[in-house]
């Protein structure tokens, strides 16, 4: 359950080539909904050089899928594990909230609380940084640089294939530099921006507890050993003072640095609110629930500009734009599961969210 490194900036928006700085002021605030869209399809572009006064043209980035992530006070996704946190972050429409702690020398991430179906239904699933994991630090500007490490431990009932519970164990070193400044031009427009370089370095550990073979297998010579791994990777992330938002995030080959995914941000952040437009909408019907070739949705094409399907993961898996009294999904490629939807009105805020079942 890895996501995109989530650095979250808003300031005044730059359109000239500059140096930027990057403070605790800066930081995004909550009640916030961002789209990001993730393209897989970039080996042609290049992630440019270090140094000052650079210029990134990525005005060419796709969509392969669509996350949806909200803002929230702690008190809205409270959790024990994580109490001093005062920022979370929520993806897409599902129960997985990232847990941050902002102060005005640095933004930590202290882990993710999820509800995550494994095949046998959802199971609480807590996943929890120690110490914290550093993210970033102020004031960032070209040069600044830090290393980390930290180790992220979860525990969960899994359920299936005679195994009762599953315990994780990554420890992960990092270090970030602000190594480039420039302007970088993207879908969204030209900006000027901070690029930070990151190589990290995890060592994994998966045990399983089987009630039969008399609990946790923790000796190599047992009947399902544990699972040892160990990865590194590079990344490259522009920050800009404007969007509240990494506007480009870029996962490369570890020894060419060409790309192989580049997550970007479509739209700029927009404040989560209660559309007017939704209180004299009549109920939305989907059906037939449980879907087998397709879902239906009866929607009022006056107030509604589309609907989204999303799945278990949040991950934005199908979008269609309203156009008739009727809107068909087809759901022939989904697996067998639950999928929630979202119905986005006139004004691009939510009418409505629900889900169904496809068999």
């Keep these: 359950m890895k996501k995109p490194l989530l650095l979250l900036f808003l300031g005044a928006g730059l359109f000239t080539q500059a140096q930027i700085t990057i403070t605790s002021a800066d930081l995004v605030g909550v009640n916030k909904v961002l789209i990001q869209a993730h393209d897989t399809t ?35 996704a409270p959790n024990p594990s994580f109490s001093s946190a005062n920022l979370v972050i929520k ?24 509800m995550v179906d494994f095949g046998t239904g959802l199971t609480p699933f807590n996943q929890v940084n ?35 519970s599953i315990r994780t164990r990554s420890t992960i070193q990092k270090t970030s530099t602000a190594d480039a400044w420039g302007n970088i031009t993207t879908p969204l427009g030209t900006y000027a921006s901070l ?39 590079k990344s490259f992330t522009w920050w800009a003072n404007s969007v509240g938002f ?21 739209a700029i952040p927009m404040t989560v609110g209660i559309n007017e437009s939704a209180l004299s909408v009549s109920e939305i019907n989907a ?24 799945d278990l993961t949040g991950r934005m898996i199908a979008s269609e734009i309203v156009s008739s009294d009727i809107t068909s999904v087809n759901t022939s490629a989904f697996a067998p599961g639950i999928y929630t939807f979202n119905v986005i009105g006139k004004d691009n805020l939510p009418l409505k969210r629900g889900k169904f079942t496809k068999n």
């Design 91 to 114: 993806y897409g429409y599902q129960q997985i909230f990232n847990y941050m702690n902002v102060s005005s020398s640095m933004l930590s991430g202290l882990g993710i609380g999820a």
């Design 287 to 310: 059906y037939p629930n449980p879907a087998v070739n397709e879902i239906n949705f009866a929607l009022d094409p006056s107030k509604v500009e589309m609907v989204q399907i999303y």
């Design 246 to 266: 990494p506007l480009v995030e870029a996962t490369v080959d570890y020894n060419t640095l060409t790309p192989t995914e580049i997550s970007w941000l479509k």
């Design 42 to 76: 970039v080996s042609t572009i290049s992630v440019g050089s270090a140094g000052a006064s650079q210029t990134w043209n990525m005005s060419a980035l796709g969509a392969n899928y669509e996350d949806t992530l909200t803002t929230m006070p702690y008190s809205s």
């Design 130 to 164: 120690t110490p914290a994991e550093k993210m970033a630090v102020f004031p960032s500007t070209f040069g600044t640089t830090f290393s980390e490490t930290h180790t992220a431990k979860s525990s969960f009932y899994y359920g299936a294939s005679g195994v009762d």
């Design 195 to 233: 690029r930070f370089y990151e190589l990290q370095r995890n060592w994994d550990t998966t045990e399983y507890y089987v009630a039969f073979l008399g609990g946790w297998q923790t000796d190599p010579a047992g009947v399902i050993p544990p699972q040892y791994d160990q990865d590194s990777a």
